[in-house]
């Protein structure tokens, strides 16, 4: 089971409940993609590559940059044709643990703060307002691996088994990870354990079979 802790939480709580109130524990704060257009001529100059191209593929913005937004990806630097020609798409992304009130927020308001800290840091004072090509938030995002999330996690695992349900494994980004590599890693990882499984449940079957016939 991949999906979500917290929709694998409502799946089982009837059947495992002491199962559902560890994987409901996990922290999933809210996340805003808020994507937007500018002129290309918007952008600093010291921003730019020598042929006046905004090369990279974005860039995380640290709290002590006295920003909001989380982070920008440069969209069009990385696929061509993303937005006509002259215009610049950024993705940033809004929200966070200490952010949790993005999920309220308007369209215009999570618009506005992006705008507002793009301006501190790629984009020249006077450059137009953006044009808002969407806006998607996540109320509940990426988990947090908090203090104490594995011994958490190692609490789900058992009570699933303790309800008989230990076939049911546990995979998914809040067991191995948020980022892509992580998750493209355990995928292997987790293959050879669903693996396993079925393996170790096919020898014992085949054990039991042959202890029937030999009663017999």
């Known amino acids: 089971m991949t999906m979500p802790a917290w929709a694998l939480a409502d799946l089982v709580k009837a059947q495992a409940p002491g199962a559902a109130e560890a994987l409901g524990g996990f922290d999933y704060p809210p996340v805003a993609a808020v994507t937007l257009a500018y002129p290309e001529s918007s952008v600093r100059d010291d921003r730019k590559a020598a042929?006046?191209?905004?090369?990279g593929f974005?860039?995380?913005?640290?709290?002590?940059?006295?920003?909001?937004?989380?982070?920008?990806?440069?969209s069009s630097s990385l696929f061509p044709g993303r937005c006509p020609s002259g215009e610049i798409l950024l993705l940033n992304y809004i929200g966070g643990a200490t952010n949790r009130g993005v999920k309220d927020a308007t369209t215009e308001q999570l618009a506005e703060q992006v705008d507002?800290?793009?301006?501190?840091?790629?984009?020249?004072?006077?450059?137009?307002?953006?044009?808002i090509v969407g806006v998607r938030v996540w109320p509940r995002a990426i988990p947090q691996?908090?203090?104490?999330?594995?011994?958490?996690l190692d609490k789900a695992k058992q009570a699933m088994a303790s309800a008989g349900l230990g076939g049911v494994l546990l995979g998914g980004n809040y067991v191995s990870g948020v980022a892509l590599g992580k998750c493209v890693e355990y995928g292997y990882e987790f293959a050879e354990q669903v693996a396993g499984y079925v393996k170790a449940q096919k020898a014992a079957g085949t054990a039991d079979t042959r202890e029937r016939v030999g009663a017999a």
Do not use: E
């Open 51 to 55: 042929d006046g191209s905004v090369p």
């Open 58 to 74: 974005g860039q995380l913005h640290p709290r002590t940059q006295g920003v909001t937004t989380l982070g920008t990806i440069y």
């Open 145 to 152: 691996f908090n203090v104490g999330h594995l011994d958490q």
């Open 116 to 131: 507002k800290d793009v301006r501190k840091m790629l984009l020249k004072p006077d450059a137009p307002p953006p044009r």
